[in-house]
């Protein structure tokens, strides 16, 4: 195979990486719609099945050195910050705002998290933004503007709930790629990721008790629970990852924003979700930033 096929599929790999992703959200959306349940009741099942599954697949890998990051008192600290502070607060938010909007609108949202970042490295390295990081950084607030008003400066079309839901996923996505630092690198995603989701899945059960909600079980809601698990878990991770392996993070992080596409186009066809010019507007807007900002620190 030569090296023009390999990025070929390296390509694909990351896209559907993406797509999983956006799939996983539409499933939630399904389950909030028709099936009774609620962000709460979701993400602890999520993080519990999608943490035992990652772990399974570290030890299958690795067999007892999937147990390394525990040798490290201050790796553990880390790892439990990582996921109470990182993982939960990406996740729980994230669901929130697909309950009380819409898939699209909410994955949209949350790729605000990149301009979240960039002002925070702003503070960080006291300097203020480059005319391109102020282009993006403008262009992402006219996008949420456009989304939540539609122009209408004194009428929100998203709920207030949806709205701060959405901003808080965004702010939940910047920890979530912040708190981890070289973990990642050390010790690979199926520990990190495994035993994170896992602690953070065991704490939100306690604190929900979703065996008390009352869902309706069927294959649908089976079917849409595995989705949420297993296709927007392992499958999105271990394709995109891959695909990264060939390509490199840069193409990959392009890539990557078939998520939130692929959640608005998902949820168009699958779940008939109405939206209007002025929410496509909004969309394109934000994705533009994120392309932007790729972009400019590719070259910067």
């Given at each position: 195979?030569?090296?023009?096929?390999?990025?070929?599929?390296?390509?694909?790999?990351?896209?559907?990486?993406?797509?999983?992703?956006?799939?996983?959200?539409?499933?939630?959306?399904?389950?909030f719609?028709?099936?009774?349940?609620?962000?709460?009741?979701l993400?602890?099942?999520?993080?519990?099945?999608?943490g035992?599954?990652?772990?399974?697949?570290?030890?299958?890998?690795?067999?007892?050195?999937?147990?390394?990051?525990?040798r490290?008192?201050?790796?553990?600290i880390?790892?439990?910050v990582f996921?109470l502070?990182?993982?939960?607060?990406?996740?729980y938010?994230?669901?929130?705002?697909?309950?009380?909007?819409?898939?699209?609108?909410?994955?949209?949202?949350?790729?605000?998290?990149?301009?979240?970042?960039?002002?925070?490295?702003?503070?960080?390295?006291?300097?203020?933004?480059?005319?391109?990081?102020?282009?993006?950084?403008?262009?992402?607030?006219?996008?949420t503007f456009?989304?939540?008003?539609?122009?209408?400066?004194?009428?929100l079309?998203l709920?207030?709930?949806?709205?701060?839901?959405?901003?808080?996923?965004?702010?939940?996505?910047?920890?979530?790629?912040?708190?981890?630092?070289?973990?990642?690198?050390?010790?690979?995603?199926?520990?990190?990721l495994?035993?994170?989701?896992?602690?953070?899945?065991?704490?939100?059960?306690?604190?929900?008790?979703?065996?008390?909600?009352?869902?309706?079980w069927?294959?649908?809601?089976?079917?849409?629970?595995?989705?949420?698990?297993?296709?927007?878990?392992?499958?999105?991770?271990?394709?995109?990852l891959a695909?990264?392996?060939?390509?490199?993070?840069?193409?990959?992080?392009?890539f990557?924003s078939?998520?939130?596409?692929?959640?608005?186009?998902?949820?168009?066809?699958?779940?008939?979700?109405?939206?209007?010019?002025?929410?496509?507007?909004?969309?394109?807007?934000?994705?533009?930033?994120?392309?932007?900002?790729?972009?400019y620190?590719?070259?910067?």
């Amino acid at each position: 195979m030569n090296q023009g096929e390999r990025n070929r599929i390296g390509s694909l790999m990351t896209i559907a990486g993406g797509i999983c992703w956006g799939f996983s959200g539409c499933c939630g959306q399904y389950l909030f719609q028709g099936k009774g349940a609620t962000a709460a009741w979701l993400v602890a099942l999520r993080l519990l099945g999608a943490g035992v599954l990652l772990m399974a697949v570290g030890f299958i890998r690795s067999g007892k050195g999937n147990l390394k990051i525990f040798r490290s008192r201050r790796d553990v600290i880390h790892l439990v910050v990582f996921a109470l502070a990182g993982i939960l607060m990406a996740q729980y938010p994230y669901f929130a705002a697909i309950q009380y909007s819409n898939a699209g609108t909410a994955t949209v949202l949350q790729y605000m998290f990149p301009v979240f970042i960039l002002l925070i490295l702003c503070v960080q390295d006291r300097r203020l933004p480059s005319k391109v990081e102020a282009l993006a950084i403008v262009l992402c607030l006219a996008g949420t503007f456009i989304l939540g008003t539609h122009g209408n400066f004194r009428e929100l079309t998203l709920t207030p709930k949806a709205l701060f839901f959405g901003l808080l996923a965004a702010f939940g996505a910047v920890l979530y790629n912040m708190i981890p630092g070289d973990l990642m690198r050390r010790y690979g995603v199926c520990q990190v990721l495994g035993f994170g989701m896992l602690l953070a899945g065991v704490v939100m059960s306690a604190a929900v008790r979703p065996w008390s909600y009352e869902v309706i079980w069927d294959a649908g809601t089976v079917l849409a629970l595995m989705g949420v698990t297993v296709i927007g878990t392992a499958a999105a991770f271990g394709l995109y990852l891959a695909g990264v392996a060939i390509i490199g993070p840069f193409k990959g992080s392009l890539f990557a924003s078939m998520e939130p596409v692929s959640a608005v186009i998902i949820s168009f066809f699958w779940l008939k979700t109405a939206f209007t010019p002025m929410d496509i507007l909004g969309f394109l807007m934000i994705l533009g930033t994120v392309l932007l900002l790729t972009v400019y620190q590719s070259r910067t």
